[in-house]
């Protein structure tokens, strides 16, 4: 005989278990619920973005304080700028704030370091970060590297 | 980043300022960062003519050449604007006197680094980029570009960050060599040994000047 609650029940677990599945999936994608705080946005240009992507994190000290928007390339210097925003309780960042691109783990995904200054005036929307790093490309440091290794 | 790194990577920078080929003049147009280069071409000629001219002195008197060189340098360096940026959060804590020591303190290990720079590297050449146009039109900050010969044929890029001050001369605040941010380097390395100490400042410039001067 079917038992319809053993059913429903199974039903219930199995939605739990696909629900689980998409929380996770959206987790790793980096695309989340939470409500959009007020942020305001922030320029930086680099040299060389590396890997860096839309979505990718801003932090201070390895905490997460914004998020990289979108990245574009100025074409007067041919670099790459950064469009971040920052969430709004976190306007404490002096205009001589240092941006630098940074690389999580050894080969892990690139993210931006905000590092405060010592200006007496604070970034505000809009305002552009002159003081960047930018990625440290691999395959440039092997280049650097074998160059050296040869000339030895 | 070792502080031995650092070092070379900052006697690079300086080379910078003390070998240099005179360039073909750069025809005057309207680039962005044409005003910037020709303070630094003209600093850079001047230094370059005042080292060779007093060379043996300066070898077998550092005191002179740290004196002589320190004039010329700080005309073009904004040594306060940098040693500031290098403080970052913790100048604002720091008293006064504190702020006169580090600025001091670290003028006097980049000069330090400097002397062993003339002497090992004084066969290296430096071509300081005319303006091409590739640059952001902006009135305050612009880039200019050189290129660092060493001994060994490398190329080492150096890009100077110039900033035009109060009084409308064009200083450096910061140096990018081979890509490594300088400045920042020298901000994260003034944090680190602050943790390290526990946020005594005076501990920590005791520690820069010693520690710059045993690696250099």
Known sequence: MRNKALEVTVGLFMLAGFLSLIVLALKVSGLTFSGSKDSYTVYASFENIGGLTERSKVTVAGVAVGRVVAIGLDKDDFSGVVEMEIESEYDQFTTDTSAAILTAGLLGEKYIGLISGADDEFLESGATIYDTQSALVLEELIGQFLFNTVNN | ?216
């Not at chain 2, 070998?19 to 005003?35: E, H, L």
């Not at chain 2, 060379?55 to 700080?74: E, K, N």
């Not at chain 2, 970052?88 to 006064?96: D, N, P, S, T, V």
């Not at chain 2, 006197?97 to 980049?110: D, G, N, P, R, V």
């Open chain 2, 1 to 216: 980043m070792t502080a031995v790194h650092m070092t070379k990577g900052l006697a690079v920078m300086l080379m910078v300022c003390l070998a240099t080929i005179a360039q073909a003049q750069a025809p005057t147009n309207d680039f962005p960062n044409q005003a910037a280069y020709d303070v630094l071409q003209l600093a850079t000629d001047k230094l370059l003519n005042k080292v060779v001219d007093n060379h043996v002195l300066y070898v077998a008197d550092t005191d002179v050449f740290f004196s002589d060189v320190d004039d010329l340098l700080s005309s073009i360096i904004d040594f306060q604007r940098i040693a500031r940026r290098v403080m970052a959060r913790h100048y604002k804590k720091a008293e006064l006197e504190q702020q006169i020591a580090f600025k001091k303190a670290f003028k006097h290990s980049l000069l330090n680094v400097y002397a062993k720079a003339l002497l090992d590297y004084s066969s290296e050449r430096i071509v300081i980029l005319p303006p091409t146009g590739n640059q952001k039109i902006n009135l305050k900050r612009q880039r200019v570009e050189a290129d660092f010969y060493s001994a060994a044929g490398r190329k080492i890029p150096v890009t100077y960050a110039m900033y035009l001050n109060k009084d409308s001369q064009w200083k450096i605040e910061n140096i990018i060599v081979n890509g490594i941010n300088i400045g920042l380097t020298y901000r994260n390395q003034f944090s680190r040994l602050m943790k390290a100490n526990n946020n005594d400042v005076d501990r920590v410039i005791t520690g820069w000047r010693s520690g710059l001067e045993l690696d250099g």
